[in-house]
């Protein structure tokens, strides 16, 4: 299977090399991004160097690139890709290096997985050993995210291009055999401990629909922060019976209250009447990349549970490139009502509306989805993540897509 995998890896980088970029995700012209690009390559091989010289010392990966400086890295801005420099944009997932900022992600961190696939405690480390196990030393060490295919720079330092999900690569291996469900097999629930997300239902990561070649940028990608699957119950329900799910969602790049929005997954948050249950999910999921300015943003949401209408349940965190910080709060019976809940009967806010809701035949109620779209309070600032925030109350919201304009 190696062997198999390693030859269509080869062929695939090829294709995608020689496919050519599609311009204009980040505003810059042909040559800035090729320029760019190149740049980034560069810092890639120079970090590989540094990685091998730190390996023959130490006969192990370094905990975090920051290691590397400057015994090894003399240049610590090689730390740093060109698109970051320009923009402030990082893409890092969560996997933040404690000790200096940088703009790649290194997947073999020796750090919990948190909320990435929802790994919770199982280390990057392990995880990635274990894929090699697999496919050898084409999984990637080093990646960055900021170019229009992402940069990868694998184990055995080749570097090549995909999409955000470098194991599409592979038609020779399914996908779902890199998951850390299956790699960890019957031990994963209890190394995983819970800590990043995963609810009752226990969706894989790998149930997630690809995204879109045609998603554009002010379509935020969720994909690295899905912690439930549409098309699989994820609230806990009552024994014998199968729960609820959203697989009547249309899935993909879909028109909801005038808003084209990236629908293939679940971002849920805490809520006590959830937990109750047995749904276990993270109180915050932060550090969603944004890296951009924009005049009003577009979420698609819901939550389940109710609370007295006025109740706080949650917000969104803006964070600017300059610092500053503002909150979009999340108010029950103003942006959302529980999904299940009859909402057609009082109206939300002037800036919330009904965006989807359908009646199943074995569902006892609607469910339903709504659209808020808030106005930037600083529109003249870059936006440079957005934090997803539980207000800790009965309800528990959750989040499936945010579009900017």
């Not at 130490?58 to 730390?79: E, G, I, T």
């Not at 420099?85 to 996997?95: C, Q, S």
């Not at 997947?107 to 990435?116: Q, Y």
């Not at 894989?204 to 002010?218: V, W």
């Amino acid at each position: 299977m190696k062997d198999n995998a390693r030859v269509f890896f080869t062929l695939m980088t090829v294709c995608c090399v020689c496919a050519g970029d599609v311009r204009g995700a980040l505003g810059q012209d042909d040559k800035q991004a090729d320029q760019e690009k190149e740049a980034c390559i560069g810092n890639l091989k120079q970090i590989y160097e540094a990685i091998q010289k730190y390996r023959r010392d130490h006969k192990a990966l370094p905990d975090w690139l920051s290691d590397l400086a400057p015994s090894y890295l003399p240049d610590k801005s090689v730390l740093v890709c060109p698109v970051t420099k320009r923009t402030g944009k990082t893409a890092n997932f969560g996997i933040v290096d404690p000790h200096l900022s940088n703009a790649y992600l290194f997947e073999f961190a020796n750090t919990d997985m948190g909320a990435i696939y929802n790994g919770g405690k199982i280390k990057m480390l392990e995880w990635k050993q274990k894929q090699m196990g697999v496919v050898g030393s084409v999984v990637p060490m080093v990646r960055c995210h900021l170019h229009n295919q992402t940069l990868n720079l694998s184990f055995d330092g080749e570097i090549y291009e995909s999409g955000s999900s470098w194991e599409d690569l592979f038609s020779v291996v399914d996908k779902a055999d890199l998951s850390t469900e299956k790699l960890f097999g019957k031990d994963f629930a209890r190394l995983a401990g819970g800590g990043g997300g995963g609810g009752g239902g226990g969706a894989s990561a790998y149930s997630y629909p690809p995204r879109s070649a045609e998603a554009k940028t002010n379509q935020v990608d969720l994909s690295q922060f899905y912690n439930a699957s549409l098309a699989k119950a994820w609230h806990p329900a009552a024994a014998g019976t199968q729960g609820y799910d959203l697989a009547p969602l249309p899935q993909g790049l879909q028109t909801f209250a005038d808003v084209s929005f990236d629908v293939r997954g679940v971002v849920q948050i805490a809520g006590r009447k959830l937990e109750e249950a047995g749904g276990k999910f993270p109180s915050e999921v932060k550090g969603i990349p944004f890296g951009a300015r924009c005049k009003r943003l577009h979420f698609l949401h819901s939550t389940g549970w109710s609370v007295p209408e006025g109740t706080k349940i949650g917000s969104y965190r803006l964070n600017y490139s300059n610092g500053e910080t503002r909150e979009l709060p999340i108010i029950y019976g103003q942006q959302v009502r529980d999904w299940f809940g009859n909402s057609s009967s009082q109206p939300l806010d002037k800036n919330s509306v009904i965006a989807w809701s359908i009646k199943p035949p074995r569902d006892a109620d609607n469910k339903t989805l709504f659209k808020t779209s808030w106005e930037n309070p600083l529109p003249d600032g870059e936006i440079k993540s957005i934090d997803y925030i539980s207000g800790g109350s009965d309800a528990a919201p959750f989040l499936i897509a945010i579009t900017a304009e």
